[in-house]
């Protein structure tokens, strides 16, 4: 059974950074996907970026590309989300998600290929 920790969110004023990490037990670090997701009041959940954890290949949503990095620690089974430049309009509930598979290029963010979910970590960017 995989499970799955967040931490690292936090209160950060537009501009700034935060470090979300992803501990994840009970996953096979060298195939399948973890993402990164996020969910904000009143609105759909949302993918942010995924890496590949066997091929490191790495896709982000069009809203965070230069701005957030993801990657992985094999050793220590964690992934994590690296936020630069945040922005009011990152402000929402993100949480990591393990996948065994997550399709190929731009459907890596369907919800239903993720049966693993962290209790998510909230962000919270003020101006």
């Known amino acids: 059974q995989v499970q799955l920790v967040e931490s690292g969110g936090g209160s950060v004023q537009a501009g700034g950074s935060l470090r979300l990490s992803c501990a994840a037990s009970g996953y096979t670090y060298s195939s399948g996907c973890i993402g990164w997701f996020r969910q904000a009041p009143g609105k759909g959940r949302e993918g942010v970026a995924v890496?590949?954890?066997?091929?490191?290949?790495?896709y982000y949503a069009d809203s965070v590309k230069g701005r957030f990095t993801i990657s992985q620690d094999n050793a220590k089974k964690t992934a994590y989300l690296q936020m630069n430049r945040l922005k009011p309009g990152d402000s929402a509930m993100y949480y990591c998600?393990?996948?065994?598979?997550?399709?190929?290029?731009?459907?890596?963010?369907?919800?239903?290929?993720?049966?693993?979910w962290g209790q998510g970590t909230q962000v919270t960017v003020s101006q």
């Open positions: 890496i590949y954890t066997g091929g490191g290949s790495l």
């Open positions: 998600a393990a996948a065994a598979f997550c399709g190929y290029g731009g459907y890596w963010a369907r919800l239903s290929w993720y049966k693993s």
